[in-house]
Structure formats: structure tokens, C-alpha cells
């Protein structure tokens, strides 16, 4: 069975992979922030492709990207769509009597060039180191402990859940069951996310129990083999990413004041 492992290819080497992690951390949060607070769609539309350089750049596969990118999709394009028939504004068409405006499309768009973009950052960011050393840099950047321990936690016990509610389908599967819009296999799916629920709440309970009996106390940090350490090219890294970033901003803002 394939994971669906956050870093799987954090072994490649790359210029992203070879940063520092924390100040990785710090670079593409600043970055993420910065490209989903502008309001100007040609300015985000440069941030996407700046956001894709460094994708280009960290070597990691398209592929692995735009299976995951995609998924964003399924959230941010019925926002696209309900903008475009929803704002005031220029009619752009007529759709059996309703119409689409060039204000809703342009702000629809906006909405998912800057989605696209910080996912594509985050994506960027997480592929490019192991799990374990993100949450070690995260814990040495000051995160709550409480947080930190639940994206541990959060990342280790998906796969079992995974495990378990493929389990749960074959066995459906093997009794003849398959997946329709009826209200049965409604049913029946309900009865699945439930029954998941319920072991999820029992094993998490038994692991408690379990940590608590070994000493577990919710703090300490966190082990990894890895030693960080910012170099001279750290500094210069951060430096010219954030450098470029701004630069691009400045001069959007320049431009339009210019315009």
C-alpha cells in the first residue's frame, strides 16, 4: 500500500533541501504570508510563479506537487465559481439568466492564485525535510509544545487509521459491496466513518495509558538525528528570498501607482 508520505523525497538534494530547517521555516511562512495578503491579481500571478521557481528549484517531482495541489482545488474553484455569479459588476456572460461579472471572476481568481501559491510554498517546505526534523525545528523555533506534539502525533497515527479503513472497505468489498449514490452505500459509508471513529477514540485511549504508565509527562524535546547549524549560505539564502519577494511587491505597487 502507498502512503501518502509528506516527505518522501526529502532525501533529494537541492538548494531547498540543503537549508537550514528552521530558517526554511521562517523564509517560506514570511513568503506564505506575503502572497495571500495582496490584492492585486497580476501581482499574485507573479508570486504563483515565483512560488513555482522555488518548487523548480527544491527538485521535488511535479507529480508528487499536483497531487496534492489538486486537492486544494476541490476547495478554492467553488469559491471561483460562486464570486463569478454572486459579485456586482461588468456582465461577462449570461448563464441561463444569471450573470458573470468581470469583478467576480477577477476576485474568484485572486482567491485562487494565492491559494495555489501558499500551497505550493508549504508543499515546497515540508517535501524538502523529514517529519521528524520539521517538528524538531518547529520546537526549537518556540512553538507551543502543545502543538507541536499534536502535529507529531497527528502524522504518526494517520497511517494507522489509513490501515484501518482500508481494511474496513476490503472486507466490505469481499461481501459484495459498491460504492453508489443511493442512500444504502450512504448508509453504509456512514456506518464506516463511525465505526473509525469509535477505534480511533478506543486506541487513543489505550496509547495514553500506555505513554502515561512509561513516564510520559507532554514535554521534553524532540529527538532526531539530525544537528542543525546556520551557515554563511543559510543567512544569504534567506536573505535573497525574502529580498526578491519584497522587491517584487515594491515594484508592483510602484507600477500601479505609476498606471
Not at 490584492?39 to 511535479?62: E, G, W, Y
Not at 486537492?71 to 454572486?86: D, E, G, K, N, R
Not at 506534539?149 to 490501515?163: A, G, N, S
Request: proline share 3%.
Amino acid at each position: 500500500m502507498e502512503y501518502p508520505e509528506i516527505d518522501k523525497y526529502a532525501s533529494l538534494k537541492s538548494p531547498i533541501h540543503e537549508f537550514d530547517p528552521r530558517a526554511k521555516i521562517l523564509t517560506f511562512t514570511f513568503l506564505i504570508f506575503l502572497f495571500v495578503f495582496v490584492s492585486d491579481i497580476k501581482l499574485a500571478a507573479i508570486n504563483l510563479l515565483f512560488a513555482v521557481l522555488l518548487l523548480l528549484i527544491s527538485r521535488l517531482p511535479l507529480k508528487f506537487v499536483f497531487d496534492r495541489v489538486k486537492v486544494v482545488f476541490l476547495f478554492v474553484l467553488p469559491i471561483l465559481i460562486i464570486m463569478s455569479l454572486t459579485v456586482k459588476g461588468s456582465e461577462l456572460a449570461s448563464i441561463y439568466g444569471v450573470s458573470v461579472t468581470y469583478e467576480g471572476v477577477r476576485y474568484g481568481s485572486l482567491i485562487v492564485t494565492r491559494a495555489t501559491a501558499a500551497v505550493t510554498l508549504l508543499l515546497t517546505v515540508l517535501g524538502t525535510m523529514r517529519f521528524d526534523t520539521t517538528i524538531k525545528a518547529l520546537h526549537m523555533l518556540k512553538v507551543p509544545g502543545s502543538l507541536v506534539q499534536m502535529l507529531m502525533f497527528t502524522y504518526r497515527y494517520i497511517f494507522v487509521l489509513w490501515d484501518e479503513f482500508s481494511r474496513m472497505w476490503r472486507a466490505m468489498s469481499c461481501r459484495g459491496f459498491t460504492l453508489r449514490a443511493n442512500r444504502y452505500a450512504l448508509s453504509m459509508l456512514g456506518n464506516v466513518v463511525g465505526m473509525l471513529i469509535v477505534k480511533s477514540y478506543e486506541r487513543a485511549d489505550r496509547v495514553y495509558k500506555a505513554m502515561i504508565s512509561k513516564g510520559y509527562r507532554g514535554t521534553g524535546t524532540p529527538k532526531t538525528m539530525t544537528e542543525f547549524n546556520m551557515m554563511r549560505k543559510d543567512y544569504a539564502l534567506t536573505v535573497l528570498i525574502i529580498s526578491i519577494a519584497v522587491l517584487l511587491q515594491i515594484y508592483q505597487v510602484i507600477l500601479s501607482v505609476a498606471l
